[in-house]
Structures are given as structure tokens and as C-alpha cells.
């Protein structure tokens, strides 16, 4: 069993047994690296991944594991040094049966690992 399910599961327990219990130092998950890698590896299956953001960036960009590497470490370091700061998502308009379109904001792929992160932090333990 990996140390994230690991520690999803001791925070999940947490939670349940004592629900007034306040968590501390959950920002220190995000920051680490097993833990971005299993985000970006849980975004980069997805299918929108194929899909880029404002910033140009799709699954392909990210195909070899130096380039995954490279990205992990600067998310890394702005995520400890608290400077990470979401984009603008890039708006799309896709149709709708009746015809019309309906609007959809298409985030950047570094801004979908961060969202899956704080997923896998929160969903351990909230509303549980």
C-alpha cells in the first residue's frame, strides 16, 4: 500500500473518530513530491488532458519523464514558497442538443494538478 493511501486513510480514521479534530499541516501534503506525482499522473490519465489551458500546455508537452520531472519541480517550489497562483481558464463554448451553447473554462494542466492534490487531501476527510 502506498504512503498517500497510507496517510488518506490515517487521516480519514482521524476524522471519523474525533469530527471536532483540527487537522494542521495539511499544506505540507501538496507540497510533496510523491504526492504531486500521483496528481499529475491522476490529471495526465484523464482525457482532458489533451485538452491546453491558457498557457499552451497539454499531456503531450509532458510525455517524457524528464519533462514530468521538470514540472513536478518548479510546481514543487512554488507551492512551498506559496507563490503558486491559479491562471484564467480558457473559455470554450460546446453545443448543446437544443442547439445553443453552453460555455466551458478549460484550466491549465498545472492548475488541474493543484485542484487533484487539494482533491486528495479534502476528500480523505471531509464529509466523511
Not at 33 to 52: C, F, R, Y
Request: charged share 25%.
Amino acid at each position: 500500500m502506498s504512503d498517500i493511501i497510507k496517510t488518506q486513510r490515517s487521516l480519514a480514521r482521524k476524522a471519523e473518530h474525533n469530527p471536532q479534530h483540527q487537522f494542521d499541516h495539511l499544506y505540507r501534503l501538496i507540497c510533496r513530491e510523491d504526492w504531486i506525482h500521483a496528481a499529475l499522473k491522476s490529471v495526465l490519465s484523464n482525457q482532458g488532458a489533451k485538452t491546453a489551458g491558457i498557457d499552451g500546455v497539454t499531456k503531450k508537452e509532458l510525455a517524457s519523464s524528464s519533462a514530468k520531472a521538470v514540472f513536478v519541480c518548479q510546481l514543487q517550489a512554488e507551492l512551498r514558497s506559496k507563490q503558486f497562483r491559479p491562471k484564467p481558464v480558457r473559455r470554450a463554448y460546446i453545443p448543446k442538443a437544443n442547439g445553443k451553447r453552453r460555455p466551458l473554462g478549460i484550466a491549465t494542466l498545472k492548475d488541474r494538478v493543484v485542484q487533484m492534490l487539494l482533491k486528495m487531501v479534502q476528500g480523505t476527510n471531509m464529509g466523511k
